[in-house]
């Protein structure tokens, strides 16, 4: 429900990401830091936690209750700790249709697509704790629009809504009328009519309830999910991801000694059609001292077709400081779809850097992916 | 208000009277908020009509048709389509009476792709002052 909630990333991505992350460590890099995307949670990546379970509050309360529960009402710096949440998504929006949300303003984009993420590791020894901490922020400029497809799939959807409503209220209506007959037979004042819509509201929800335990209405509701589900709801077209975030330590994890560690801003672009997508993406991961700081400039293109998809990427590395330099990486991807979740996947390429053991890219293998989309880029 | 859920969808059902004068014209709008999908369909006087998908200023007794003492079932089903949000709403309002009022509801759905169903019942009563 949270539009913090990265789509999973198809597994064969992972293998054509894995010596880069290999490589990433070694230059002081988080491991998801080299993902040629912007992070859904970058405040996750700069603390190079991968998360079991996150927070995800839908609502203003459950928000606060989420952070008072975390931090023992506001007293201690929790150990393990992840929380993602979109202020947008958190409000009620009443007066808001579906076509409201087709194509998007830049003040609308922001207001929609800003989540925030904050995490707490522990990143020391059980001798030496030491409490990592990090926040970030992400939002998109631009985020394209709802497809043709789609819209037309929930003009569909909302037309076998209303039907699936008339066949039912057929029904009931005829019972409801009888109801409320009984209800107000014995009314006599305005008051005691009002009264009486409580005892009526009970009689129609009986009236539901055991048309339903029988079959005779909702029984249409897995099916109008089905249609739902087949709804795509990535957008399409030009969209710029900004994302930031900076990690800190606290040694004992006393909050009051808490250092800054690292930060890091990416800037991503794409250009999405269902076939075809563009990526490009900069990044910059500053350090405190203790490492190099590095700047990766790279782009993407992805072809897919329903059994196929080739992609090829390349990025462009600057690491800071005396022991720095320039390295690129640049990588071929060829996916066939064997069965629906099952894809072989052929990687080949060079990673950064080339004396480096493991920098050739040559491997063939078979993953499995549950995601109804294989690649999907931008925000949402 | 009652807020209930029956075989997996979540059903809203409430009643409520809106006074009209002799010879009012009353119209109904049903809008579906919180960005989800939805469809109305509504039963007077033993008539049904389907929204397209649901209604705007549309309205229920045309033709100089009494309205006082009839009754309006309204029934919009929302289901959710957006993975930010698991809210959905409805606000129904109804023109042309002694006064237009808006009547907003919502609720959240337990899962994506989930079914709130919105039972709500007008009793339109005469107000001659």
């Given amino acids: ?380 | 208000m009652i807020t209930k859920e029956i075989d997996g969808n979540i059903f809203v059902i409430d009643s409520a009277f809106y006074p009209v004068k002799p010879g009012s014209q009353v119209s109904l709008t049903v809008q579906v908020g919180d960005f989800q999908a939805g469809g109305t369909s509504y039963s007077w006087q033993g008539k049904q009509e389907l929204g397209r998908p649901n209604f705007q200023d549309h309205v229920v007794n045309g033709g100089g048709a009494k309205i006082a003492g009839t009754i309006l079932h309204c029934m919009t089903k929302v289901l959710d389509i957006r993975p930010d949000t698991n809210q959905t709403s409805v606000t129904f309002t109804l023109k042309g009476g002694v006064q237009d009022r808006s009547f907003p509801y919502g609720v959240q759905v337990a899962s994506d792709h989930g079914v709130a169903v919105y039972q709500i019942t007008f009793i339109f009563v005469e107000q001659t002052q």
């Fill in chain 1, 1 to 380: 429900v949270n539009p913090a909630v990265p789509r999973p990333l198809p597994l064969a991505l992972c293998l054509l990401l894995g010596p880069v992350a290999t490589l990433g460590a070694q230059s002081g890099t988080p491991a998801d830091y080299n993902a040629l995307r912007t992070p859904a949670s970058p405040a996750f990546v700069l603390l190079g936690v991968e998360p079991s379970s996150v927070e995800r509050p839908n609502t203003p309360a459950d928000f606060a209750a989420s952070i008072l529960s975390a931090t023992s009402n506001l007293s201690s710096l929790p150990k393990d700790f992840a929380l993602e949440t979109s202020p947008f998504w958190l409000l009620r929006h009443a007066r808001n249709s579906w076509q409201d949300d087709v194509r998007r303003n830049l003040v609308q984009s922001v207001a929609r697509t800003f989540t925030l993420s904050v995490a707490t590791s522990e990143l020391g020894t059980a001798d030496q704790p030491v409490r990592g901490l990090a926040a970030s922020g992400r939002f998109s400029l631009l985020s394209g629009r709802l497809p043709d497809s789609s819209i037309r799939a929930i003009r569909e959807l909302e037309q076998a809504l209303a039907s699936s409503a008339e066949k039912e209220l057929r029904i009931l209506a005829p019972l409801f009328d009888d109801a409320l007959t009984r209800a107000m037979a014995s009314a006599t004042t305005q008051e005691d009519s009002l009264a009486r819509l409580a005892l009526y509201d009970e009689m129609k929800l009986s009236i539901i309830a055991e048309l339903s335990r029988t079959g005779v209405i909702g029984s249409d509701s897995a099916e109008l999910r089905r249609k739902a589900e087949r709804i795509a709801t990535a957008r399409t077209g030009v969209m710029v991801d900004v994302a930031g975030g900076a990690a800190w330590r606290a040694p004992s994890a006393v909050i009051d000694s808490a250092d800054f560690d690292r930060w890091g801003v990416w800037l991503n672009a794409s250009y999405t059609t269902p076939d075809v997508s563009f990526i490009a993406l900069a990044r910059y991961l500053g350090f405190d001292g203790t490492s190099h700081d590095a700047f990766d400039v790279g782009g993407k293109f992805v072809y897919t077709r329903d059994r196929y998809a080739v992609s090829a990427e390349y990025v462009g590395r600057h690491i800071k400081g005396d022991q720095g330099g320039d390295q690129w990486r640049l990588a071929g991807v060829l996916d066939y779809r064997v069965t629906s979740t099952l894809w072989l996947t052929g990687t080949f390429g060079r990673s950064f850097d080339d004396q480096a053991r493991g920098s050739l890219l040559a491997q063939l293998g078979l993953s499995l992916n549950l995601s109804r989309e294989r690649y999907t880029f931008g925000g949402e």
